[in-house]
T-cell receptor, first 113, second 113 residues
Framework: DTAVSQTPKYLVTQMGNDKSIKCEQNLGHDTMYWYKQDSKKFLKIMFSYNNKELIINETVPNRFSPKSPDKAHLNLHINSLELGDSAVYFC????????????FGQGTRLTVV | AQSVTQLGSHVSVSEGALVLLRCNYSSSVPPYLFWYVQYPNQGLQLLLKYTSAATLVKGINGFEAEFKKSETSFHLTKPSAHMSDAAEYFCAVSDSTGNKLVFGAGTILRVKS
């Protein structure tokens, strides 16, 4: 029944590894997002997709590559992980580009050691 | 560019007392404004939103916020705090395209018994 679900919830990995975080929404929304929450709890948008098309890329390093196989999924792949990538990553979705009510997943806590 | 400032990273109130969490925004276009709540180890949940209709917005759990254009403020209030209100609260602003939310740094609310 979870509206926006992310897996895994926790991810601990070594520097230099490549990892993926999956996100799925069952709300029938057209727009999905990835947000990053750093250690100071500051939330910032990374990407948004609308109908599988990239709309926003907020100057995120190209080690981060989102992939949207369909409207209900937006996965985040991270190459060559760095210590500074440690954060909580939130997936969200909204009905459309002009509907700003975003529904958030529970977050994935990524720790790079 | 849009930005949000939340005054006070920590607010502590007694159970039953008034809750006031402050948010000021900056926006070159008419803003949409939001309050989200984050409970420990959970995702963000929308409390309420202002989208250019009534300036006094009522949300869930007894919270409300008033949009004051002259003061560029959108403060969150609740007449009587409950222990279950203890959480972190984020104010956010978006333009009417709804492409992205810009969040404030968050305010941790503590409720004392």
């Amino acid at each position: 029944d979870t509206a926006v679900s992310q897996t895994p919830k926790y991810l601990v990995t070594q520097m230099g590894n490549d990892k993926s975080i999956k996100c799925e929404q069952n709300l029938g929304h057209d727009t999905m997002y990835w947000y990053k929450q750093d250690s100071k709890k500051f939330l910032k948008i990374m990407f948004s997709y609308n109908n599988k098309e990239l709309i926003i890329n907020e100057t995120v390093p190209n080690r981060f590559s989102p992939k949207s196989p369909d409207k209900a999924h937006l996965n985040l792949h991270i190459n060559s992980l760095e210590l500074g990538d440690s954060a909580v990553y939130f997936c969200a979705s909204s009905l459309g580009l002009e509907n700003t009510e975003a529904f958030f997943g529970q977050g994935t806590r990524l720790t790079v050691v | 560019a849009q930005s949000v400032t939340q005054l006070g990273s920590h607010v502590s109130v007694s159970e039953g007392a008034l809750v006031l969490l402050r948010c000021n925004y900056s926006s070159s276009v008419p803003p949409y404004l939001f309050w989200y709540v984050q409970y420990p180890n959970q995702g963000l949940q929308l409390l309420l939103k202002y989208t250019s209709a009534a300036t006094l917005v009522k949300g869930i759990n007894g919270f409300e916020a008033e949009f004051k254009k002259s003061e560029t403020s959108f403060h969150l209030t609740k007449p009587s705090a409950h222990m279950s209100d203890a959480a972190e609260y984020f104010c956010a602003v978006s333009d009417s395209t709804g492409n992205k939310l810009v969040f404030g740094a968050g305010t941790i609310l503590r409720v004392k018994s």
